[in-house]
């Protein structure tokens, strides 16, 4: 696979200009209408939509036969790619991949014209203090906090750029009073919402205004099968209980999706399966294996680390059921964060057939099967060659309290604030990001190793352990492949 993707980064080089320009004039705006040609073009092709500008309307009749040529060689039907085309996450995310040749050319990764997906931390105040929080967030956090105005004028500022998905997290964003409010505005806006929460203060009633509200995904926080296990790291007796009943009554309202989020430590690796089997029961669709994060409280607690050993055979566990529920179509698919390792196991184990293209991303999604049929998955799977890896300012950033923009969300590296700035000029011109993206200049292990196009490595993690956001990422437990 190394090769052929070297093959395809030189072919891509030569011909990058050429691309680029005609990728600039598709996302530019029409000069008269006003309307994004790419947009147009979509809604021309997937819902008969004829725009009244001739010159737009020149270019939908121009791109049509580009269209069916793209997607009849991928072996996607046509009535098949009309319906992808009408999904507004589906069609958000491929304007922003066109965006994204227009400002940077042909990459790989090939970086978005602006996030996919930013993960924002709407307050850093919480009813919890886990021992192993990397915002060390506490009940008595005093950090500042946009008011409901400015974090209106930050959802806009996110939407005009083209966001697609945002993650109210904090942090517990339930104990902020305006968060209805805000996910309205966010999901009137055009974004897929989604919560981030401990879960202890996600009532039956809460699951049923976050839904009317806006919220499409939720996400929380169990960590052990036991609630000893689990209580221990969430510093609070009965919080265990309180995110059992959080699930539970997630499942019966009926979200698009649920997930559950288990951080691995040595006191309860040993869970790992007991965890999974049990957030399946309680009825979470997705399952996330975080590893400890050295930011924030994180740091005071590295001595509840796992051995690399311990990791490599928890992420073959969880790798286990990622495959039972990809090869067989159902069951809870199951992921790694922070540990962009994890996709090089799945193609080892399974030579090249069936790994993760990003921490949130395969290609088996149920999803995809319902919605569009196999063929589209497998192009998802393909899309591992363009954006695997680490996401971080690739496709993916974090967002502060105050409004400042981030690489990732553990890091304290703020690139500007979108009170004042535009998120796509941050985006496309910041130095930072920049030099986080550029894949083919890592250094140590993740340079030597052959599958940096697929992994990357966790850039943050490089960066706080050797100063440099291109170097080793000393939480791998594999070592470098040749």
């Known amino acids: 696979m190394t090769k052929s993707i070297s093959r395809k980064h030189r072919l891509a080089s030569t011909f990058s200009p050429m691309w680029q320009a005609l990728a600039h004039t598709l996302a530019a705006k029409c000069e008269t209408c006003g309307?994004?040609?790419?947009?147009?073009i979509f809604r021309f092709y997937s819902e008969g939509y004829h725009p009244s500008c001739k010159g737009c309307l020149l270019a939908c009749a121009t791109m049509m036969p580009f269209i069916d040529l793209l997607f009849r060689r991928l072996g996607i039907a046509k009535s098949t790619t009309k319906s992808l085309l009408r999904d507004p996450v589906i069609r958000r995310s491929m304007v922003s991949v066109v965006k994204g040749i227009a400002s940077?050319?042909?990459r790989y990764p090939q970086p978005t014209g602006a996030p996919i997906s930013i993960v924002w931390n709407v307050t850093n105040r919480c009813n919890l203090r886990c021992i192993h929080c990397h915002q060390d967030s506490s009940p008595t956090c005093l950090d500042p906090e946009l008011t409901t105005s400015e974090?209106?004028?930050?959802?806009?500022?996110?939407?005009?750029?083209?966001?697609?998905?945002?993650t109210f997290s904090g942090g517990e964003p339930l104990v902020r009073k305006d968060l209805y409010d805000l996910i309205k505005r966010a999901d009137d806006s055009g974004?897929?919402?989604?919560?981030?929460?401990?879960?202890?203060?996600?009532t039956a009633e809460t699951a049923r205004e976050l839904a009317r509200a806006g919220v499409k995904r939720v996400e929380m926080g169990l960590d052990g099968a036991r609630p000893e296990t689990h209580d221990f790291l969430r510093n609070r007796p009965g919080s265990f209980e309180a995110t059992v009943a959080a699930v539970r009554a997630c499942a019966a309202q009926g979200f698009d999706e649920i997930a559950t989020t288990m951080t691995l430590h040595s006191k309860n690796v040993d869970e790992l399966e007991d965890t999974m089997e049990l957030a399946e029961k309680l009825g979470a669709t997705r399952f996330y294996l975080n590893r400890l994060i050295p930011a924030g409280r994180g740091v005071d607690v590295s001595y509840l680390?796992?051995?690399?050993k311990q990791k490599a055979d928890a992420l073959k566990t969880l790798y286990s059921k990622f495959y039972k529920s990809a090869t067989c179509g159902s069951g809870m698919q199951c992921y790694a964060r922070g540990m962009t390792y994890y996709a090089r196991l799945g193609y080892e184990?399974?030579?090249g057939r069936i790994f993760t293209v990003s921490e949130s991303l395969s290609g088996h999604e149920r999803m995809f099967e319902d919605k569009f049929g196999s063929a589209v998955s497998g192009i998802v799977r393909?899309?591992?060659?363009?954006?695997?890896g680490c996401s971080a300012g690739l496709t993916y950033a974090g967002l502060t309290a105050s409004g400042d923009l981030l690489p990732c969300v553990p890091a304290a590296e703020p690139l500007g604030n979108l009170l004042t700035q535009s998120l796509e000029d941050i985006w496309v011109h910041n130095r930072v990001l920049d030099?986080?993206?550029?894949?083919?200049?890592l250094r140590g292990n993740c340079g030597e190793c052959a599958y940096n196009h697929l992994c990357g490595g966790c850039r943050y993690t490089a960066y706080v352990a050797t100063g440099d956001w291109l170097g080793t990422d000393v939480s791998c437990p594999f070592g470098p492949a040749s």
């Open 305 to 308: 680390d796992v051995t690399a």
């Open 349 to 351: 184990h399974s030579r």
């Open 435 to 441: 030099y986080i993206r550029n894949r083919k200049a």
């Open 151 to 166: 974090a209106y004028r930050v959802i806009d500022n996110m939407s005009e750029a083209g966001l697609v998905t945002l």
């Open 191 to 202: 974004l897929l919402c989604t919560i981030a929460s401990n879960g202890t203060l996600l």
């Open 104 to 106: 940077f050319g042909i």
């Open 35 to 40: 309307q994004q040609r790419m947009v147009s």
């Open 382 to 388: 393909r899309l591992a060659e363009g954006f695997g």
